[in-house]
């Protein structure tokens, strides 16, 4: 059974950094496509973050966190992060790591932006950014 947990969320001053990890078992991450998203409070869906390649590291993200935030993966960990810095208060939210396993069905260093593309997915970990 695969799992998948995040740690590292907390609460920040604007400005400020956080980096969230996710943690993965029972599976191999470097066979997987990975994705943040994340639920900002009062919204029903998750919303697409930023997402990293299984094959050459390939990242993507959503066009309001270019440039703050950065995904990487260390497979002999079997870990993803998310390094979050510039902080707004807007990006307060739950943040969510998932996991794509069959990423090859997509084309070479495709990665979605769907949510239910996702078989696999951590319990979040939430960051709260004062202003």
């Known amino acids: 059974q695969v799992q998948l947990v995040e740690t590292g969320g907390g609460l920040v001053q604007a400005g400020g950094s956080l980096r969230l990890s996710c943690a993965v078992s029972?599976?191999?991450?470097?066979?997987?496509?990975m994705a943040w998203f994340r639920q900002i409070p009062g919204k029903e869906s998750r919303e697409f973050v930023g997402?990293?390649?299984?094959?050459?590291?390939?990242?993507y993200y959503k066009d309001s966190v270019k440039g703050r935030f950065t995904i990487s993966r260390d497979n002999a960990k079997n870990t993803v992060y998310l390094q979050m810095n510039s902080l707004k208060a807007e990006d307060t939210a739950v943040y969510y790591c998932?996991?794509?396993?069959?990423?090859?069905?997509?084309?070479?260093?495709?990665?979605?932006?769907?949510?239910?593309?996702?078989?696999?997915w951590g319990q979040g970990t939430q960051v709260t950014v004062s202003s």
């Open positions: 997402s990293i390649s299984w094959r050459r590291g390939s990242t």
């Open positions: 029972g599976g191999t991450l470097s066979s997987y496509s």
């Open positions: 998932a996991a794509d396993p069959d990423p090859g069905r997509l084309g070479v260093e495709v990665t979605s932006r769907q949510a239910y593309d996702y078989d696999y």
